[in-house]
């Protein structure tokens, strides 16, 4: 399998509603939760390309464009945006859509670092 077929396999897409229990007193979902569910899903989508362990060593940057109030339904999507030799990076995009009307928009994206790492939590090789 080429590397363009397992990023297009290792793609993630996750929904949530947001709730009242995971918002900020302005009513919108709280940006620790939002970099919480992103890192999870960069997580999943790292282990599903790579299909080894893998750990976050960084977040390049997060891109806070819109606020998400609560009442709406988010989805995150992951996708590997760079391959190195023990590291790739992974993107991932929070789109906000009403819960009862048509449409979606973006509201947060995001770069996150992996390394894989062996039984010692040594860097290894993506293989």
């Known amino acids: 399998m080429n590397i363009e077929e397992r990023i297009r396999l290792s793609e993630t ?3 949530k509603a947001v709730f009242p ?3 900020n007193h302005y009513d919108t979902l ?17 282990t599903r390309f790579s299909r080894q362990r893998m750990v976050t ?8 464009k819109r606020p998400i109030p609560h009442g709406t339904i988010i989805e995150l999507v992951g996708r590997v945006t760079y391959l190195g030799n ?3 990076k992974v993107r991932v995009d929070i789109y906000i859509e009403q ?4 449409g979606r928009e ?3 994206t ?17 293989s």
């Open 13 to 15: 897409r996750i929904f």
């Open 21 to 23: 229990n995971t918002t």
């Open 30 to 46: 709280f940006g620790g939760t939002a970099m919480h569910l992103m890192d999870e899903v960069a997580f999943i989508t790292a």
């Open 57 to 64: 060593v960084s977040s390049d940057r997060i891109d806070f």
């Open 86 to 88: 023990t590291s790739l």
């Open 99 to 102: 819960m009862y009307s048509e």
């Open 106 to 108: 973006k509201a947060i």
């Open 110 to 126: 995001g770069d996150f670092t992996f390394v894989a790492i062996n039984e010692e939590k040594k860097p290894v090789k993506i």
